[in-house]
């Protein structure tokens, strides 16, 4: 569509430019189906572009010439996302000029040759404008529309106007300058005056940066309108005005303005030269002096001050003009990407609650009735509708003890005949004990609604989360960074990998691709295959790799300790400029007080993402734990978060290491109350209703919450979204990780010291294609030490490959004849 929209845009405007000088020919063709001249069209496209330019002017005029661009325009957008103009601004101006054009040409070619410019819109506009306000009417509307146009469009005022007729006037008046002052013939009269000042610098032996002897000064004088001392790098030459007063006086003295008008008073600032850096010392805007002054600081071996104007030696500049000024944008980088709309995403909720009150007067008087049957008095009673849960407040009477309620718990389900009864007792902060019940209508919790909430959009967090709404029906948002690790778990089917997509999408509506980048693991392979379009914006990966989404467990090692790598760099990045964390870090790049050459760079939050944990364990053990146990206690002050999930929260994946610097969890339903004792501390994990209703443990504090839904072609929608944008060229590369030197091999698995089964034991493994181990012990009735040590030896032998925890082993022989040239050659 875009290649057409070009290619029928340009057929266009050049059927319309053609259209002015042949449509006498081809409107007599038209009307008389004869020849005129020596072809039927003159058109330079031919019958067809004939056609349609005749068609156009006919009817629309002159100012459809407006509307041809914006059929390029699409076509480049459609093309490669490309948009050199705004939507809104072209559409203002291509209407302007259409409606003016054409009226104007209406107005004017009304009767004569040149009617069918304006066409019959203009035609039919001009008449009716003239018949109601007359001729000077439209004359009056044509000037004062135009003046107004131009006014909007480029911001000029009758102030402005006034003013440059003013400073015109004055340059008129301006009296000639006396010979004494007018410049030197030799000089241009457009390039400012240059005088060369010959300083001869002796430097100590522990400069940072050697410098010639003879080193020379370029000063040129320079408008005084708007001064501007953007930092530079050094070692550079500024180029300043040198005020009358301060020349020496020998110099020779440049022209004076002239005595009606007085120069603007500029700031006074004072540079400092001689280090890493060039950057203003001081800023003086309170009584500033008549003229600006100009020091040089650091240079104190001067030893001679000469004219040399006409000695050539070449000089070194620096043009502060073209030096970076104001904080450093990460954005630039792709100052066209566009953040996601939500109009990508789909509303499954209706945005109420519905809650009858039947059911709640129905609720409240079971929970009465089931506590008065043990003697438990209530004083009052509140509701708070959530969109899954009702929380019922109760506010027992004076001498009941708080134990005999929670004991309850499951008469009181029964009598409301519902699943997923939960008892506070107490509710923290209140002096009462909620009841939470659920909906027999739950509403689902649309992530549409959740990202359009204020709550979101204001929300002042480095890596905003919006995990969905409370009890309340209150958007929840969270704050990642300050979490600063996030670990979910629940049983198969609770809603993980949906609270996981949430978490994602609520990141990339509100984070540049600058800002954060994400490194997806994923052993299941296809939970989040749906990011690979956005490869070249936020995801990030080890040099080399071919797949943007880890799946294989030995990259996921190399992944973490390469994670390791750049947490590391990025503590000494911290180190070097004074800082404790990676927002302060950032803040003092993007006011430019850190030195791109010294190493230092605007660094992205990193998100490690991590599906299914549990199949980590079982296959790598302790190489996946340690360095994530490292990262999640060392990695947050240089903003590297985890959030890992899991389907087996026991204790042999959910380790006391890995809980202890995860202090922010996230339950969804498990089967029993040791798998929330596990990941919780405590029960409650095992009373949720499913389907996205999960607990968030932010240390002693339980919050319960509906997670926000989003389906994965909404997923789809806003990854193709991202991913049509321009991008990086590749995805953002972590650091190569430090490889393991491969061990000597031991003197136990030499050729000649092998076990005496080993050339059996490898024709058997060859022929049944099986690794393993207890393969071995049952076909050769052998112990397990010694089939252990045989398989050992194959590994070693290069015949099988390394161990895969409890998978069998993988054969790298494939049959007989292979093994037996294999073995005779050893």
């Not at 079971?366 to 009702?390: C, D, F, M």
Request: hydrophobic share 40%; with cysteine; glycine share 8%.
């Amino acid at each position: 569509m875009g290649v057409l929209l070009l290619g029928f845009s340009i057929f266009l405007f050049i059927s319309c430019i053609s259209f002015l000088f042949t449509y006498r020919y081809d409107a007599a063709v038209a009307q008389t189906g004869r020849c005129v001249g020596c072809q039927a069209y003159h058109n330079w496209m031919g019958r067809l572009g004939a056609i349609l330019s005749g068609f156009l002017f006919t009817h629309l005029g002159l100012g459809v010439m407006a509307w041809i661009p914006g059929l390029f325009l699409a076509g480049l957008y459609l093309l490669w996302a490309l948009r050199p103009v705004s939507f809104w601004k072209y559409l203002g101006w291509a209407s302007f000029f259409f409606f003016w054009i054409n009226l104007f040409l209406g107005f004017i070619a009304y009767g004569s040759n040149l009617d069918i410019l304006g066409g019959l819109f203009g035609y039919g506009a001009a008449t009716y404008l003239e018949a109601n306000i007359g001729k000077p009417g439209v004359i009056l509307v044509l000037i004062f529309s135009a003046a107004l146009f131009v006014m909007l469009a480029f911001n000029v005022t009758f102030g402005r106007v006034g003013l440059w007729l003013e400073r015109l006037l004055v340059r008129k008046k301006e009296p000639p300058r006396d010979e004494e002052t007018q410049q030197d013939p030799d000089v241009s009269e457009e390039e400012p005056a240059v005088q060369r000042i010959k300083v001869p610098l002796h430097h100590p032996e522990n400069s940072p940066q050697e410098l010639p002897e003879d080193f020379e000064f370029e000063v040129k004088e320079v408008a005084q309108e708007e001064p501007s001392y953007p930092p530079v790098d050094p070692p550079a030459i500024a180029e300043e005005k040198i005020p009358e007063a301060e020349k020496p006086e020998h110099l020779p003295s440049s022209a004076e303005p002239s005595p009606e008008i007085e120069p603007e008073q500029p700031q006074v600032v004072e540079f400092e030269v001689g280090g890493q850096e060039m950057k203003p010392a001081s800023l003086v805007e309170k009584n500033p002096p008549a003229e600006p002054t100009f020091s040089v600081e650091g240079l104190e071996h001067i030893e001679d001050l000469e004219l040399s104007p006409d000695t050539p030696v070449p000089t070194e500049t620096i043009d502060m003009e073209e030096a970076p000024s104001g904080p450093y944008d990460p954005r630039l980088e792709l100052s066209r990407y566009r953040m996601p709309d939500t109009q990508l995403l789909t509303e499954h909720s209706s945005g109420s609650v519905r809650m009858s009150k039947e059911e709640l007067e129905a609720n409240k008087n079971r929970i009465v009735a089931a506590l008065a049957n043990y003697n438990i008095s209530i004083e009052h009673i509140k509701a708070t509708i959530g969109p899954t849960v009702t929380l019922y407040e109760i506010v027992p009477a004076a001498g009941v003890r708080i134990s005999k309620i929670k004991s309850l718990e499951d008469d009181i389900a029964l009598s409301l005949a519902a699943f997923g009864i939960r008892i506070i007792a107490p509710i923290p902060g209140k002096g009462t004990i909620g009841i939470e019940v659920p909906n027999q209508n739950p509403e689902v919790v649309s992530m549409k609604s959740v990202l359009e909430s204020e709550k979101f959009l204001n929300s002042t967090a480095d890596l905003p989360i919006a995990l969905g709404k409370n009890i309340s029906n209150e958007t929840y948002v969270a704050d990642l960074a300050k979490m600063p690790h996030l670990l979910m778990a629940g049983a198969t089917g609770q809603g993980k990998s949906v609270g996981i997509n949430a978490i994602l999408v609520s990141l990339l509506y509100k984070k540049h691709p600058a800002e954060l980048k994400l490194v997806l693991v994923d052993p299941k392979k296809v939970e989040l295959t749906l990011y690979q379009k956005i490869e070249r914006h936020y995801l990030a990966q080890l040099p080399g790799s071919e797949e943007p989404i880890i799946t294989d467990t030995k990259k996921v090692i190399h992944t973490l300790q390469s994670l390791c790598v750049e947490m590391d760099r990025r503590y000494d990045l911290l180190k070097e400029a004074g800082v404790r964390n990676l927002k302060e870090y950032n803040a003092r790049f993007v006011a430019r007080r850190l030195n791109p050459r010294l190493g230092h760079g605007y660094m992205p939050y990193i998100v490690l993402v991590v599906d299914e944990f549990a199949d980590l364990i079982m296959t790598a053990g302790k190489e996946v734990e340690m360095p994530i146990a490292r990262l999640a206690q060392l990695a947050r002050a240089v903003g590297i978060h985890l959030i890992i999930a899991t389907q087996r929260p026991s204790v042999n994946i959910i380790t006391g290491t890995i809980k202890a610097n995860f202090p922010a969890r996230i339950a969804f339903r498990v089967s029993a109350k040791v798998d929330s004792r596990t990941i919780l501390d405590a029960s409650g994990a095992d009373q949720l209703i499913g389907r996205g209703d999960m607990l968030l443990s932010l240390g002693s504090d339980l919050v319960r919450l509906q997670c926000a839904f989003v389906d994965t072609p909404e997923v789809e929608r806003l990854c193709e979204f991202i991913g049509n944008q321009p991008g990086y060229p590749g995805p953002f590369e972590l650091p190569e990780a430090p490889m393991e030197s491969p061990e000597e091999p031991s003197p136990d698995f030499e050729p000649g010291r092998r076990d005496p089964l080993f050339e059996e034991a490898a024709r058997i493994v060859v022929q049944t294609q099986q690794g393993s181990t207890s393969m071995l012990q049952r076909r050769m009735r052998l112990g397990y030490s010694r089939a252990g040590r045989i398989m050992d030896e194959l590994e070693h032998a290069g015949i099988v490959g390394p161990s895969e925890g409890s998978k069998t082993r993988k054969v790298l022989i494939q049959d007989l004849e292979t093994l037996e040239r294999y073995l005779n050659s050893r």
